[in-house]
């Protein structure tokens, strides 16, 4: 089943409170809370959709609209999330859509980006690959992993490279190594990675709240 979640992962440097009013802070725009909706009619991707994940303290505010502008534009205002936030020492964004084969992740370190990647394959309007600042320590492990081309009876230059590292074995295809990361990073960072876990969140769902004209507001009829 294919997985499709953005959003920002965080440990909040303070008690938040009303977490509702925390989310609409967060989003720049009002928000109602929700019961449990049915996937049908509820999905992160669109711009009105919110997801929350408590994983024991680690949050996960899950949203495109909160990730991906930051993933694709390497230059984007980093700062003013942070404080919307609540300044936390560290966060992430990121995005894992397996449908559309995109996936990727920005470290936020004292309110400044310090790494991000996002690799793409169904978007053809962004390069395949994104990259800011200096690879970490998890990310090298997988970058400079021996490899090797599949066996397959395609010509040698349609063959997809696949990566390895022993002990245990894991053998990740090129065009998965982004995945692979972030998940990796989630979970040590976060000490969870929430479409991999079989630790159940408390979860919360809320939408932006519409914008209505005034007489509808006020539950009269148009003037």
């Known amino acids: 089943m294919g997985v499709a979640q953005a959003g920002i992962a965080f440990r909040p440097g303070r008690p938040i409170g009303n977490l509702k009013a925390f989310v609409s802070r967060v989003m720049g725009q009002p928000v109602e809370e929700i019961p449990h909706p049915d996937s049908r009619q509820f999905d992160v991707r669109r711009a009105t959709d919110i997801m929350v994940q408590d994983f024991d303290g680690a949050l996960f505010i899950c949203n495109d609209t909160l990730a991906w502008p930051h993933l694709e534009n390497t230059h984007s205002d980093i700062a003013a999330l ?66 090797y081309l599949e066996e397959d009876d395609c010509p040698p230059e349609e063959r997809q490279r696949i990566f390895y590292l022993d002990s245990p074995r894991v053998e990740v295809y090129e065009d998965g190594l982004t995945q692979q990361i972030l998940l990796e990073a989630l979970e040590e960072r976060f000490g969870v990675c929430p479409w991999t876990t079989n630790v159940e969140p408390i979860y919360r769902f809320y939408k932006v709240r519409e914008k209505r004209p005034w007489w509808q507001r006020l539950g009269l009829g148009r003037p």
């Open 82 to 147: 942070h404080g919307r936030l609540g300044a936390p020492a560290s966060f992430m964004l990121f995005c894992h859509y397996s449908s559309g084969g995109s996936f990727g992740y920005a470290f936020v370190d004292g309110g400044m980006r310090t790494r991000s990647r996002l690799q793409t394959m169904l978007e053809p309007r962004l390069p395949p690959l994104i990259e800011y600042g200096m690879p970490t320590a998890i990310e090298k492990r997988w970058l400079s992993a021996p490899s």
